[in-house]
């Protein structure tokens, strides 16, 4: 007999953060390095002035022009390399969010060498799509250095001319955004995603659930789906186990957004507010799953 457990919650209200990136010039100077600009870091408290005064919509803009100015006093790391990814050229900001590589190791071995084997093809990837694209290519990715320190890293790939127009080197503008995203024990305080207008953070208390897609993911809210350039592991290794729980290989939940639950002899089944799919729960996760969820 089909048994089916209904539960109801109301749905947050807050708006999606987007996040506008600026245009860096770059200006070369003939030397190995280019020279570090005094970074003015702005207070992470300014970020929210006065919500309850404003509405969602005067809420988000300003929350999206603070971060735009966080993002414009940052020194963001700059390397210029070839196709072959061997660097060329690279900035003083660059050592200072690696700091545990030095400077003649930058240059001796190939980037993808300065970092771990399971995220090489995947900046292959970010490579490939930079060669297609007719403008800069942003993307986001966990790097994890040889101390297992992790970092979350903005880059913003793009293809360099010479004075002939044809495409010589390749350059890439590396943000250090850790601090924006995570608390100091690696807790995600907001995830980037990819939007037709550009990047948006959600926070977690927006998501009804995450589907991997191969080494991405797919982020579902109430407002719609967005594509994600972490992994689902890693989004999952962030949020709070509290809150979130692993139902399927592919399948993430917010426990506190299960609206409907299927269960049969054959399979066991989740719906979540706002949102018609059945979501999988795996016979390897089931027990757990209805446990969390007080049905066992």
């Known amino acids: ?28 100077t003939g030397h190995a390095e280019w020279p570090l600009l005094k970074s003015r ?49 690279i900035n003083q900001a660059l050592l200072l969010i690696f700091p545990k590589i030095s400077r003649e190791e930058v240059f001796r071995t190939n980037l993808l060498a300065l970092h771990e084997e399971k995220l090489r093809n995947q900046i292959r990837d970010i490579f490939r799509v930079m060669k297609d694209a007719s403008r800069p290519v942003p993307h986001t990715i966990r790097h994890l250095g040889r101390d297992r320190d992790e970092r979350f890293l903005f880059l913003k790939l793009m293809p360099l001319l010479d004075s002939s127009l044809q495409q010589t080197i390749n350059g890439c503008l590396v943000y250090d955004i850790t601090s924006f995203i995570t608390t100091a ?89 706002g949102d018609q799919a059945r979501l999988p729960v795996s016979r390897s996760r089931s027990k757990d799953f209805l446990q969390r969820i007080g049905l066992r």
């Not at 940052?74 to 390397?79: A, E, R, S, T």
Request: glycine content about 4%.
């Open 41 to 89: 870091r702005t207070p992470c408290s300014t970020l929210h002035r006065n919500p309850a005064a404003l509405t969602a919509r005067k809420a988000a803009s300003m929350e999206s022009d603070n971060l735009l100015k966080l993002l414009e006093q940052l020194d963001p790391g700059v390397v210029l390399f070839d196709d072959a990814f061997n660097v060329l050229f």
């Open 185 to 273: 024990q690696r807790t995600l305080l907001k995830i980037p995603v990819s939007t037709a207008s550009g990047i948006r953070l959600i926070d977690p208390s927006e998501i009804l659930y995450i589907r991997a897609e191969n080494v991405y993911s797919r982020i579902f809210t109430a407002r719609g789906d967005f594509f994600c350039d972490l992994p689902l592991g890693v989004i999952e290794e962030g949020l709070p186990t509290k809150e979130f729980i692993r139902i399927h290989r592919s399948y993430l939940i917010h426990l506190g957004k299960v609206k409907k639950i299927d269960r049969d002899a054959q399979s066991l089944a989740v719906v979540m507010e």
């Open 1 to 28: 007999m089909k048994q089916t457990f209904t539960r109801f919650r109301n749905l947050p209200g807050e708006e999606i953060s987007t996040v506008n990136h600026a245009l860096i010039r770059l200006k070369m």
